[in-house]
């Protein structure tokens, strides 16, 4: 079984300040890696995911995660955050293909993010 | 990029009524799924599809029913509502060998 752990509940940080949002999975299986942005009333939306390779992965609106594998860990980060960045994140974990799981994704609890002026 | 279609956005119904949530996807995408999330919570998975006529129950329980009759198509239904049930339904796709799931934009359901 797989599980996610986002440490923080709600992170607050004002404009243009950096700031990471932790994220801790743990699982007995290879597995790929997901941060998800929810603005309010909305879906979600892939902000980026750790498939293989490079462990830093680039995604949309400036964010990017670090795969730690040794930590189990895929932390998402900002150098520098918008007004409109202030939503909330969700990790996610979902088995590799070459453990020939499905890819049903496993959500952490989430992270509100509140960017202030 | 999958476009994924829910209706209704948000609907308020009474106890015992009859309800249908609509999910199409204009991506062919073979899998399907729907996930519920209480506000402020995490998301479930409650059912899943691999294709037509495949429907699997996803690892929270729910008593909500789905069918695959075609592959755009993912409706979910509630034979009979209940407070319980209220709750933001979402719906994804992805494809067979992809590993990426695509969300909807959600559906409110507040049973009164």
């Known amino acids: 079984a797989q599980s996610v752990t986002q440490l923080d509940s709600q992170v607050p940080v004002f404009e243009e300040a950096p700031v990471e949002l932790r994220c801790n999975y743990s699982s007995s299986v290879s597995v790929y890696l997901f941060w998800y942005v929810q603005y309010p009333n909305q879906g979600l939306q892939l902000l980026l995911k750790?498939?293989?390779?490079?462990?830093l992965v680039k995604g949309i609106n400036g964010f990017e995660a670090e795969f730690n594998k040794s930590q189990t860990s895929f932390h998402l980060r900002k150098p520098s955050v918008h007004i409109s960045d202030t939503a909330e994140y969700f990790c996610?974990?979902?088995?590799?293909?070459?453990?020939?799981?499905?890819?049903?994704?496993?959500f952490g609890t989430g992270t509100q993010l509140k960017v202030e002026l | 990029e999958a476009d994924i279609y829910q209706t209704p956005r948000y609907l308020v119904i009474g106890t015992g009524k009859k309800i249908t949530l609509e999910c199409s996807q204009t991506?062919?995408?073979?899998?399907m799924y729907w996930y519920q999330q209480d506000p402020g919570m995490e998301l479930h998975l409650i059912h899943y599809s691999y294709g037509v006529n495949s429907t699997e129950k996803g690892d929270l329980s729910s008593e909500s029913t789905v069918s695959r009759i075609r592959t755009e198509h993912f409706p979910l239904t509630l034979e009979s509502a209940r407070p319980s049930h209220t709750s933001q339904y979402l719906c994804?796709?992805?494809?067979?060998?992809?590993?990426?799931?695509?969300f909807g934009e959600g559906s409110w359901l507040t049973v009164v």
């Open positions: 996610a974990v979902s088995d590799s293909e070459l453990t020939g799981g499905g890819n049903k994704l496993t």
């Open positions: 750790y498939l293989s390779g490079s462990t």
């Open positions: 991506m062919g995408h073979d899998k």
């Open positions: 994804a796709s992805s494809e067979v060998r992809g590993n990426t799931i695509y």
